[in-house]
T-cell receptor
Framework: GQQLNQSPQSMFIQEGEDVSMNCTSS?????WLWYKQDPGEGPVLLIA?????ELTSNGRLTAQFGITRKDSFLNISASIPSDVGIYFC??????????FGKGTLLTVNP | DTAVSQTPKYLVTQMGNDKSIKCEQN?????MYWYKQDSKKFLKIMFS???????INETVPNRFSPKSPDKAHLNLHINSLELGDSAVYFC??????????FGDGTRLSIL
């Protein structure tokens, strides 16, 4: 089956720093999604990417759909305390199932 | 205003009991899903319904039975609950091929 490797597993940064996390796949995806999950809540969609090479921003967040269609990254600029949470990448493949990465736990030190 | 709502938010019950979780979406989506999130936060698809028809049925024990009375509702019934069923169960919905929107989860604890 399709697998996603998400890294890093966790990050501990100072407020104001930039953050980068990425996902790689063993197979091609047609869509990449990035979600954030706060404690006690469900994942919330941050950015959706539909074309290879696509670069999309949402405020301080920027994500790219890799040219090979097997990877994606998410950058957060000038982090703030409310950026704390678990970030998940997810990919739609040919099996029409959304496969999730194992998440990146982000901690921001004020 | 809630887009995807599921009830209850917390469910504490004893091993062997039968329980149900309900989900409703008001986004007008045609596809609904159930996911299980384990203690390590890994999210795994369990079931998916498109226009009330089952389209994804992962390797899930048949003690789990989903039911979709209409496009806006997807319920999950679990028979003979076991300790390993303890997890957070998320309902989600999407338009076909579109990104999924999640509910806030049901925290199931088996005593």
């Amino acid at each position: 089956g399709q697998q996603l490797n998400q890294s890093p597993q966790s990050m501990f940064i100072q407020e104001g720093e930039d953050v980068s996390m990425n996902c790689t796949s063993s197979s091609i995806f047609n869509t990449w999604l990035w979600y954030k999950q706060d404690p006690g809540e469900g994942p919330v969609l941050l950015i959706a990417l539909y074309k290879a090479g696509e670069l999309t921003s949402n405020g301080r967040l920027t994500a790219q759909f890799g040219i090979t269609r097997k990877d994606s990254f998410l950058n957060i600029s000038a982090s703030i305390p409310s950026d704390v949470g678990i970030y998940f990448c997810a990919g739609w493949g040919s099996n029409y199932k959304l496969t999730f990465g194992k998440g990146t736990l982000l901690t921001v030190n004020p | 205003d809630t887009a995807v709502s599921q009830t209850p938010k917390y469910l504490v019950t004893q091993m062997g009991n039968d329980k149900s979780i309900k989900c409703e979406q008001n986004l007008g989506h045609d596809t609904m899903y159930w996911y299980k999130q384990d203690s390590k936060k890994f999210l795994k698809i369990m079931f998916s319904y498109n226009n009330k028809e089952l389209i994804i049925n992962e390797t899930v024990p048949n003690r789990f039975s989903p039911k979709s009375p209409d496009k806006a509702h997807l319920n999950l019934h679990i028979n003979s609950l076991e300790l390993g069923d303890s997890a957070v169960y998320f309902c989600a919905s999407s338009q076909t091929g579109g990104p999924q929107h999640f509910g806030d989860g049901t925290r199931l604890s088996i005593l």
